[in-house]
Structures are given as structure tokens and as C-alpha cells.
């Protein structure tokens, strides 16, 4: 796990410079430019990243161009697009191919299907979609970026019904390590497309994505549950047997936060600790999908507020933002649990209880159903089995207080290992060792190294959470 969040790369010579400016359409900023360390920057505030160069490519051929400068001057590229992974991922390569302008989406109602720009974020999609009462599933945060949620697997509020993100990948162009331009898809380069459904950017520059859409029911409910953190235990053990019956039309998560100012929120609870269960519901009718609710709306401990209430699907992805800005520094883990057992529910409490900062907080999303249903032939994802999925995430601004709040996370997670499955969601995991690597993608390990040497034998994609090319993969 990286701890020193510095990205530091030497400056490119005289001679490189000039070569790459001549070789680029776009712009080439170096670090003298200005606007470098702006365009260096990232999600997380911890990240301090210089890498040599930054291209802003104009088109594909720029991206080209940028890939054989790399391969050529012995040099690795990464790629910033949304730019919201915690790792800083986007920025840690000598040379950043930036594509975080490509934001363009067209849908196709008739097809239901999306060609989605690389640089592109989740309220982009939305909003364009959702215009011809379509969606897709998308990150819970409108702001994330789409290619690297949907390449890492992509787990969103739709998910139980829809699949993941990845589920949905329909096709994607990219940039190979030699500077070859592929379509990957089922029909034409299935293995490779196999593997960009959920290992993330080890396969070359993903420049646009297809994703599929769908056309859901009549009515969409989304909102919160919020209940006071003296019944953390109460709501938690609810929604876990509530969640487990559930219809897949329904989703959600069930959140320990801090609460905040927010307008309408209860005096009683304004700064003070709760449990937000998270709601999402399909239905035809209001009526049927406020009735789904109702075991979790007549527990001995009623709610304190209660926001559910039909919603445009564009507006539900922007219900927490809000508690997701940038600028904040930011270490987060997720792992799988397979069952809220009292033992579980009991290290969450402790863990809970030694927060450290308002900002620090965990949520859980039962994933089943569509999820469960993924099929191993044609995607890499490894979480397919029934399970809780866990984020613990910290923010805080100082950095005296970095070791604070990053020791909470590793003993939230020395904690619940006794419980957890092996292996993580590395989107949401700030591990991406290669033995961390190793344990999340173990049934598929050496199937995506096998695919790295043909698609990349020298790695030069290795900023992502790396399956090195076999054979050094395996031991």
C-alpha cells in the first residue's frame, strides 16, 4: 500500500520536449506551464503529483502518438479521466495522457445504447440518457468518471437489477501498447474484452465506451431513511433481513455518518451521529414501491426523517454528493462480508465508536441478484458470490492528521478480517499491492496476466491496480 502520496518523476531532456510537441496536435504542458499544477491535480488532496509531461489529447491519434513516445523514450503513461480514484492512479506515470475533456455522450434510444466519451462522468450519462427515459448503472457519485468505475467493475444503486457497470459494457475502443487502435468486443476480441470488464486499465487507453441502457418501470423512488446513532444496531440488524428478501427492483445502503447542517435536517440530529439507509426502488406504481418500505418504516425505532419520494434518476445520483467533494484528503478500504453476524456487527460498532473525525464513515450494500448472475466467461469480475459490500472511508484537511486517520482504516480492517472474504473491491481500496492484487483477482489471475502478455508484455500500463504479464505473475 503506498503511504507517501509524493508522485515525483524527473523532468523530460530538451530533445524529448521538442519531440513530443512536434509529435502532438493537442497541448503538451510541462511542468513550467502554469496550469500544470492544476492539471495535476486530483480527487484526493493527498496526492502531490509531477509527473514529465501532461498531453491534452485532441484525438485519438494524439493518444497514439503519446503511447509510442512512451514505448520509445522508455517511458510509462497513465491516464486521467475522471480523475476520482484515491491512489492517484491518473497522475502517476511519467507522462499523463489527460482525456478528462472527452466528455461527449450519444444515445441511441432505438438500440438503447450509449457511446460514451473517456473522459466523461456519471452525470454526463445521466442527464443524456435520461432525457429518452433511459439509464445504466452508474457510480453513486454523479462526479466520478465513467471509464474507470465501469474498468474496475463499477458497483452502483441499480446494480442488483442491472449488474454492474461493466456488466454493461457493450464495446470499448482503445490504444494498445504498440500503439495499435482495437475494438473490444464479444463478437471480435472477446477475451480481451472479458478482461476489461472489471480489471481495470491494465489492457492500454480506453478513448470511448458502449455501454447498454435500459428502459426502467413507470416510477423511480429514491431518498433516505435517517435514524439516530443510538439505534445504530436496531436499523442494522433490519435492513440486513430486510435486504435479504428484498425484490431486486430494490437497492440501496445503509450508511454510519456524522451529520451535518443540511436544510430540513432535524435540530436533534445536526452534528450528531446516525444511520442513513440509502433507498432505490423501480416500480409501476407509487403506492406498490412506498409499500416495499414499510418494514423498515414500522420497526420499534422509527426513522427521524424520511426522504423517499418518486425522483428523476439523474437527481437520486447527486443524493450524495454532497458528502463527496474534492479537496479533502481521503484513504478509504472496502472489503466482502458474507453475513452481519452479532461478531461483525459488534467490530463495526467498535470501529464506529473510534471514529476519528466527522468526516469518517462506512456504509454496506447488499449485492445479489443481477450481480450474482454475472458470468465468468465473459467478465473478470471476481465478486460474484452473495455478500455485503463494505466502504470505510476517512476525509479530513490537515496533514498532521494523516496517520490519525489512516490508522483507523487499518484497524477497521485488522478488525473485520477474521470475517471478511479474500480479496477486496480495488475501486474503492486504497491496497493495490501486488499481493492485495493477487488475493482480489485470484480466480481470474492467471487469465488477465495470460492477456497482458499478448495485449502489454512490458507493462507499460502498470499505473492501475497491476496484473503484471504472466509468467511473472504467478509465483
Known amino acids: 500500500m503506498m503511504n507517501n502520496r509524493k508522485i515525483v518523476s524527473a523532468r523530460l531532456s530538451a530533445a524529448q520536449q521538442t519531440l513530443l510537441a512536434n509529435l502532438i496536435r493537442g497541448e503538451v504542458l510541462l511542468p513550467s506551464d502554469p ?38 523514450e522508455g517511458l510509462t503513461p497513465s491516464v486521467r ?30 438500440r438503447q445504447v450509449a457511446r460514451i466519451g473517456a473522459g466523461a462522468r456519471w452525470q454526463d450519462v445521466d442527464a443524456t440518457a435520461w432525457s429518452s427515459g433511459l439509464l445504466t448503472p452508474g457510480a453513486r457519485i454523479s462526479h466520478i468518471g465513467v471509464a474507470g468505475f465501469t474498468l474496475g467493475g463499477g458497483e452502483g444503486w441499480l446494480s442488483r437489477r442491472y449488474g454492474l457497470a461493466a456488466d454493461n459494457l457493450i ?31 491494465n489492457f492500454g487507453v480506453v478513448t470511448a465506451l458502449w455501454q447498454q441502457l435500459h ?10 431513511l435517517l435514524f439516530s446513532g443510538r439505534h445504530a444496531r436496531q436499523a442494522l440488524l433490519a435492513y440486513s433481513s430486510f435486504m435479504r428478501c428484498a425484490p431486486e427492483v430494490l437497492s440501496g445502503s445503509i450508511a454510519f455518518v456524522t451529520c451535518g447542517q443540511e436544510p430540513g435536517l432535524p435540530a436533534s440530529l445536526r452534528g450528531q451521529p446516525a444511520v442513513a439507509i440509502n433507498i432505490t426502488v423501480m416500480c409501476d406504481d407509487e403506492s406498490t414501491g412506498q409499500k416495499y418500505l414499510d418494514p423498515l418504516r414500522r420497526l420499534a425505532v422509527r426513522p427521524v426523517a424520511d426522504s423517499v419520494a418518486p425522483v428523476a434518476y439523474p437527481h437520486l445520483q447527486t443524493m450524495l454528493d454532497g458528502h463527496n467533494q474534492p479537496g479533502y484528503r481521503q484513504h478509504s478500504a472496502a472489503r466482502y462480508l458474507p453475513e452481519l453476524s452479532g461478531a461483525v456487527i459488534d467490530a463495526l460498532e467498535e470501529a464506529w465508536s473510534r471514529r476519528p ?16 448472475r454475472g458470468s465468468s466467461r465473459t467478465s473478470v469480475f471476481p465478486h460474484r458470490t452473495p455478500a455485503w459490500s463494505l466502504y470505510m472511508m476517512s476525509r479530513w484537511t490537515n496533514p498532521a492528521d494523516d496517520v490519525l486517520h489512516t ?25 493495490h499491492s501486488p499481493a492485495a492484487v493477487r488475493r482480489s483477482f485470484r480466480p481470474h489471475h492467471r487469465r488477465i496476466a495470460e492477456s497482458k502478455q499478448h495485449w502489454d508484455p512490458a507493462n507499460i500500463f502498470r499505473h492501475t491496480a497491476n496484473i503484471p504479464p504472466a509468467p511473472e505473475a504467478c509465483p
Open 35 to 72: 496550469r500544470f499544477g492544476q492539471a495535476a491535480q486530483v480527487f484526493n488532496a493527498r496526492i502531490k503529483a509531477h509527473p514529465k509531461a501532461i498531453v491534452r489529447a485532441r484525438d485519438v491519434d494524439d493518444v497514439v502518438q503519446t503511447v509510442q513516445f512512451c514505448t520509445g
Open 81 to 110: 479521466a475522471g480523475g476520482h480514484g484515491v491512489l492517484g492512479h491518473a497522475v502517476a506515470g511519467d507522462i499523463v495522457i489527460d482525456l478528462s475533456r472527452w466528455s461527449s455522450v450519444t444515445v441511441d434510444p432505438g
Open 171 to 201: 464495446r470499448a475502443e482503445l490504444v494498445c501498447a504498440d500503439g495499435t487502435r482495437v475494438v473490444a468486443a464479444d463478437h471480435s476480441e472477446p477475451g480481451l474484452t472479458a478482461c476489461l470488464r472489471g480489471s481495470g486499465g
Open 215 to 224: 428502459r426502467p418501470p413507470r416510477v423511480l423512488l429514491g431518498g433516505r
Open 357 to 372: 473525525g466527522p468526516r469518517a464513515q462506512f456504509s454496506l450494500a447488499w449485492q445479489d441478484a443481477a450481480v450474482a
Open 407 to 431: 490508522g483507523w482504516i487499518r484497524q477497521f480492517k485488522q478488525d473485520l478480517a477474521p470475517f471478511a472474504e479474500q480479496g477486496c473491491y480495488l475501486n474503492m481500496d486504497d491496497d
